[in-house]
Nanobody
Framework: QVQLVESGGGLVQPGGSLRLSCAAS????????MGWFRQAPGKEREFVAAISWSGDTTLYTDSVKGRFIIFRDNAKKTVYLQMNSLKPEDTALYYCARDKIAYRGNDRRDNEYDYWGQGTQVTVSS
């Protein structure tokens, strides 16, 4: 069955960096776009970034543009989120998710993703 397992979260000081990983299994990874979402306490889940099935195109929410980079290694069946210049407002539980339709472009709507990981916590604090 489809499984997505995130890792790489932790506690980091403002201005620091973290790299999140999402290891996929149980399906043809290179056929599906992937997304990263996050949810802070008391807030709704929000879109962070997405990458197409081929890795050629990416999409970011405005608040992370220029600081976060999404990329994927189809041979390793893994999608990454490189987070730089972290801010306290980036604190959240971060999830990766699989687009529900193969060979489609990026989408920021969470109802267009069908499988989700368990999440990895990112805390930005001094």
């Amino acid at each position: 069955q489809v499984q997505l397992v995130e890792s790489g979260g932790g506690l980091v000081q403002p201005g620091g960096s973290l790299r999140l990983s999402c290891a996929a299994s149980g399906y043809f990874f290179n056929r599906y776009a992937m997304g990263w979402f996050r949810q802070a306490p008391g807030k709704e889940r929000e879109f962070v970034a997405a990458i197409s099935w081929s890795g050629d195109t990416t999409l970011y929410t405005d608040s992370v543009k220029g600081r976060f980079i999404i990329f994927r290694d189809n041979a390793k069946k893994t999608v990454y989120l490189q987070m730089n210049s972290l801010k306290p407002e980036d604190t959240a539980l971060y999830y990766c998710a699989r687009d529900k339709i193969a060979y489609r472009g990026n989408d920021r709507r969470d109802n267009e993703y069908d499988y989700w990981g368990q999440g990895t916590q990112v805390t930005v604090s001094s």
